[in-house]
């Protein structure tokens, strides 16, 4: 056999080799990592904590002005989305 026939068949079995056990866990590792970057599970849950603490503050606010009725309110919305963030 020539060098050049031999380096066909090495490519070829090369390209046609199943991937072993460890290297489909790795693989398999490696995609879910970086589709949590992509999109994490839990982005609306930040975003409700976030949201649950600016209420809270707009309802401390209001509280504290003429406003009162509304700020309880506010506050309230504010403290339930904390919570059901938490309790998440």
């Given at each position: 056999?020539?060098?050049?026939?031999?380096?066909?068949?090495?490519?070829?079995?090369?390209?046609?080799?199943?991937?072993?056990?460890?290297?489909?866990v790795m693989?398999?590792?490696?995609?879910?990592?970086?589709?949590?970057?992509?999109?994490?599970?839990?982005?609306m849950a930040?975003?409700?904590?976030?949201?649950?603490?600016?209420?809270?503050?707009?309802?401390?606010?209001l509280l504290?002005?003429?406003?009162?009725?509304?700020?309880?309110?506010?506050?309230?919305?504010?403290?339930?989305?904390?919570?059901?963030?938490?309790?998440?």
């Amino acid at each position: 056999m020539s060098q050049q026939a031999q380096s066909t068949l090495t490519a070829q079995t090369a390209t046609t080799h199943k991937p072993a056990l460890f290297q489909r866990v790795m693989l398999k590792k490696l995609d879910k990592k970086i589709k949590n970057q992509l999109s994490p599970e839990r982005a609306m849950a930040k975003s409700l904590l976030t949201i649950g603490t600016i209420m809270a503050i707009i309802g401390l606010v209001l509280l504290v002005n003429v406003a009162a009725p509304l700020g309880i309110i506010a506050l309230s919305v504010g403290l339930v989305l904390i919570l059901v963030d938490l309790l998440r």
